[in-house]
């Protein structure tokens, strides 16, 4: 087997193996994150909130 074709198979099969979460798919869990930043935020005093633009 030549050098090319083995490292197009070992890029082919990492690439169906791969389980990266995609920001689109991982919505709930971010959505539960947001909602805690916020009611965090509302919680402290207007002094110390960040300040957003």
């Known amino acids: 087997m030549k050098a ?3 490292f197009l198979k070992s ?3 990492t ?3 791969e389980t990266t979460k995609t ?3 991982r919505g ?3 959505e539960a994150h ?3 930043r ?3 935020q509302k919680d402290l ?3 110390a909130r960040l300040k957003r633009a």
């Open 38 to 40: 916020r009611t965090s």
């Open 34 to 36: 947001l909602v805690q």
């Open 4 to 6: 090319r074709e083995r």
């Open 45 to 47: 005093p207007a002094a």
């Open 28 to 30: 709930s869990v971010r």
């Open 23 to 25: 920001p689109w798919s």
């Open 11 to 13: 890029v082919i099969s």
């Open 15 to 17: 690439a169906k193996s």
